[in-house]
């Protein structure tokens, strides 16, 4: 199953060039890396990201993260799928811009 983080751009740069990531701020202060699922992805988008140009959408498959990797129950009491340990680039599977059309994160067609 492929979970997914939205990335800055400055992050999903720092990813690359360090080829690990501790996340963004709000995963520094929470202590875990916020994943979603492809259902849960668009509303953390809207909800966290609205009006951000410059995103980033990583896919990385759940199953190869061992017990690092925990679901938690979050946003309206559903699980959502925290990393407790670095991101490593090769971690990741695949990344695609996430570009803001008519103000909406247009997601690519891999997660349909």
Known sequence: MLIYKIF???????????????GAPIDLSDGYIHFST?????????????GV???????VEADTLGDDLKWEPSRGGALFPHLYRPLRLDDVVWAWPLPLEDGAHVFPAEMV
């Open 53 to 59: 140009e410059g995103l980033w959408l990583a896919a």
């Open 8 to 22: 800055r751009t400055p992050e999903w740069q720092a990813l690359q060039a360090d080829g690990s990531t501790l």
């Open 38 to 50: 492809a259902e849960q992805a668009a509303e953390t988008a809207a909800k966290h990201f609205a």
